[in-house]
Structure formats: C-alpha cells, structure tokens
C-alpha cells in the first residue's frame, strides 16, 4: 500500500522514469523502462547524486591564498550535492541532505563500535516525534532538500576482525537502567525457554548468573559461538527494525514531502541492520558503497545512494604484480581498484548516486592515502580529485544509455 504523498504518474524526462515516492515538487524516486532507479529533481528531471560529506569552507593554504568557495570548488569537480553535515547547501545553490540527529534526545548506547538511541525506552517515540517536528518542519517546503538522514555517525557493534563484543552482547551488559538493558534480557530468555540454563547449552557458554556476560564485555572478550551468533542476527534486526520504523513515523509525520533516507553507514554494518533499512521505513537507503547488493534482477532491488565512498590505506597494504611481472606501487593499486569500484556504482540497477565520504583529510591521515578532497593544510587532494572529476562528468551519461 502506498504511504501518503506517493505518486505513480509525471517526470521522468526522456528516460521515461514512473516515480514511485516522493511528492512532485520535490525530490522522488522512480524506475526506469530497464529497471533502474533514479532520483527525480523537482522539475522531475533524473538526477544522479554526486554529493560530498562533511562540507566546510576550507582553510587558508600554505602560501596564504584565500582557497575557493566549497560550492564552488564541488562544482569544478563535478560534484551536484551536499551530503550530511554540510556547510555548503541551499544557500549555494546546490541540493543538500537533512540531519535529524535523533540521538540527541532520549538515551543513547555507547560502548566501542556502539552509538545507537535507546529504541526500547517507553518515551523514546514521543521525543523522537517531537524533536523531528522541530527540525523538519522547518525545512518541509524547500525543493533543494535531497531527503532526510535520521542519524550520522550510528554504530552497530557488528562482529569485526578484533573479536569485539557485539551488539546483543553489549546491550546485555548494559547498566539496568537502560531500557534496552531489559530488552535483550527478556528477548534473548524467551528464545531459551526463559531459563538462563538453557540459554548457556545453546550458547556454549558458562553462565552461572547475568554477570558473567558483564564481565567477559568489560575484558573486551567477545561471544563467538554458533548459537550466539544466530541470537545476535535476530537481535540486530528487531533493534534496526524498531529504529528505522520509528524515526521514519517521526520524519514524515513533520515533513510529507521529503523522502527519508535513514542513517549515515560510515562502516559496513552486515545483512541483518541493511534487511530493516528499506521501503517502506526507508525511501532509499545509504550503504557503506562496499555492501551493495549484487547487481541481480532488477525488480528484488531496493534504491541505493552508495555511502562513504574514498579509499585510503586499507586499500593498498599489499601490491599485487602486475601482467608483466612488475609489481604495482601502492597508489597505482589503490586508484585501479577505485575505478573501477566507481565504475560498479554507476552502472548499478540500484544506485541513485554517491556519497565521497570526507571533505577534508582526517587526523592523522596521510596523503594520498588520506579521504579528504581537502589536505589539512588547504590543498587540493588531487590524487582523489583527478579520478573523480572525470568520473563524475561520464557517469550520469554513461548510467543514461540504454
């Protein structure tokens, strides 16, 4: 059944794109003749988001010149968007996301690899309702606004190389004064007959009392058995499900006009969070560019706008030799790789666009292995930027072609 403001029938320019969500005026979302998804502008036209996070107006460089204006300086490199947290935006000319930060109210998990909003606290719905009234409502009749993100620097505690403990763990230790605390207790007792007993032979785990689970996170020592690991799945979805059906109501209860795009995935967060983010709690959902789906039949895919796109040092610890014994550098590695990693987003049935992940360098990066467009010092990143200039003019007329 279609929400409310859904539109099945106008835009699409020449490329014949039916919108499927979205209201006209604003931005929406819609299918090809082929099966592609894409991005409608307001004027109904298609639109492939090039978009850029965390944009600010960059620092004076070394030899004191006063740097281009960020809007400016995305525009030469062909950017069209501001992503989340953007100083740059409607002011500018260019379309921009929303931030609705709903970990600003109500309680929020916090451990290492966790930042999420207590979903299980009585109160959490009305205070995520209210603070969306007042930070979307403002904004609900602005044609630049791209949609809303709901969060942006969320952490999921999914399972990592280190062994960490993960999100069920987590909240199974938290202190009883989280509602989420109780929550997992209750959930994860009612998978075991309610008798910890039994919960410890599925687990393969000692439990003499809720403690011990405590205690093990406290030494950073994660559960890793089988029958863990199938609760953990289960939990993950009912906590994503409970935040993306609630921050949605909340959205678009303020603003019917704008799609929503759920959270900022700065990392990849498995199948299990990505199952919960998509329609109807979510317009068009924004994955680490690293988990979209395989390209399969059209018609199973939910629309995408690729997240945190840019690569840095993980992508180039070792150089593979090359067709004629000659061993690539680092560099030559990393950009290989991202051509053509840019190339699949492009050409993907799913994909509405991109997000680069940082505007300028991190601490503590190190060019060109660092992610900003941006070095610290005001310089321009050219090692990223002579790849995406290019790549940005061929890949709305490239994804055009039948």
């Given amino acids: 059944m279609a929400r409310p403001g859904e539109t099945a029938a106008g835009g699409g320019g020449s490329l014949g794109v039916v919108p499927k969500r979205g209201r006209a005026g604003f931005f929406r979302v819609g299918r090809d003749e082929a ?3 894409w991005l409608l502008d307001p004027a109904g036209e298609p639109f492939f988001v090039k978009a850029v996070h965390d944009v600010g107006h960059a620092p004076t460089s070394d030899d004191g010149a006063l ?12 950017f069209n968007a501001v992503g989340v947290a953007g100083a740059a935006g409607p002011d500018d000319g260019l379309p921009f996301m929303g931030l609705v930060d709903f970990c600003a109210v109500g309680r929020v998990l916090l451990a290492p690899g966790l930042r999420l909003p207590d979903v299980f606290d009585a109160e959490w719905p009305r205070r995520a309702a209210e603070h969306a009234t007042r930070v979307c409502l403002p904004l609900a009749d602005q044609p630049a606004l791209l949609g809303w993100v709901t969060d942006n620097a969320l952490g999921w505690a999914q399972r990592s190389p280190r062994g960490r403990p993960t999100l069920l763990q987590l909240c199974l230790s938290l202190e009883p004064a989280f509602a989420a605390y109780h929550a997992a207790w209750e959930f994860v007792l009612a998978l075991h007959a309610g008798r910890l007993e039994a919960l410890a032979r599925a687990w393969g785990v000692p439990l003499q ?4 689970v405590r205690e093990l996170t406290r030494s950073e020592t994660g ?19 409970r935040y993306f059906v609630t921050t949605s109501a909340a959205v678009r209860a303020a603003d019917a006009n704008h799609l ?3 959270c900022r995935f700065r990392q990849p967060v498995g199948a299990e969070v990505l199952a919960e983010c998509v329609y109807p709690a979510v317009d068009v959902a924004m994955p680490e560019w690293r988990e979209l789906p395989p390209a399969g039949p059209a018609g199973a895919l939910h629309p995408m706008l690729a997240g945190e796109v840019g690569w ?14 000659l061993p690539l550098t680092s560099v030559e590695r990393m950009l290989r790789r991202a051509r053509a990693a840019l190339k699949r987003v492009a050409r993907h049935p799913a994909a509405v666009g991109y997000g680069w992940s940082q505007w300028q360098d991190g601490p503590g990066e190190q ?8 070095h610290l010092n005001g310089t321009e990143a050219r090692e990223h930027t002579e790849l995406l200039e290019p790549f940005n003019r061929w890949a709305e007329s490239s994804r055009r072609k039948p």
Avoid: C, M
Avoid at 209 to 212: D, G, I, S
Avoid at 367 to 374: E, I, K, M, Q, S
């Fill in 35 to 37: 099966g592609r998804w």
């Fill in 67 to 78: 740097p281009r204006d960020a809007a400016a300086q995305l525009r030469a490199w062909g």
């Fill in 209 to 212: 009392n809720k403690e011990v």
């Fill in 223 to 241: 559960l890793a058995t089988r029958g863990y690991a199938r609760d953990d799945a289960r939990w993950t979805r009912e906590l994503a499900r």
């Fill in 260 to 262: 929503v795009l759920g």
């Fill in 312 to 325: 840095g040092e993980e992508e180039s610890v070792r150089a593979p030799a090359t067709g004629r014994g």
């Fill in 367 to 374: 060019p060109p292995f660092a992610r900003g467009l941006l």
